[in-house]
């Protein structure tokens, strides 16, 4: 199984950024698939996460208001849309993913069998 995280780089405050997940070895349609990041001297933490079904939840509201996760069947992909960053989004993005995490399970770090090597966001003021 591997996990290849990309899309990450330099934005300016208020851009927006897409990155990608691409999977081979599990099918991200029948896992749970989920966002942690990492930023300078911090934990790693979740993102956000979309279980088997399509149910999705996000760490916080602001989250929700400005990220989308999502996946695509086809292309075995899967992607967080990150709209109005901020500097305190700078942070090293990884995407996990998992067959067996139940939905109340979405944001533990410890559910997730498979990780990609994440991208970094930088986000300048």
């Known amino acids: 199984v591997q996990l290849q995280a990309s899309g990450g780089g330099l934005v300016q405050a208020g851009g927006s950024l897409r990155l990608s997940c691409a999977a081979s070895?599990?099918?991200?349609?029948?896992?749970?698939v989920a966002w942690f990041r990492q930023a300078p001297g911090m934990e790693r933490s979740f993102v956000a996460g979309i279980n088997r079904s399509g149910g999705r939840i996000y760490a916080t509201d602001s989250m929700k208001g400005r990220f989308t996760i999502s996946r695509d069947s086809a292309t075995n992909t899967a992607y967080l849309v990150m709209n109005s960053l901020r500097p305190d989004d700078t942070a090293v993005y990884y995407c996990?993913?998992?067959?067996?995490?139940?939905?109340?399970?979405?944001?533990?770090?410890?559910?997730?069998?498979?990780w990609g090597l994440g991208t970094l966001v930088t986000v300048s003021s």
């Open positions: 996990a993913a998992g067959s067996s995490v139940i939905s109340s399970n979405l944001a533990s770090q410890t559910a997730y069998a498979h």
């Open positions: 070895g599990v099918a991200l349609n029948r896992a749970a």
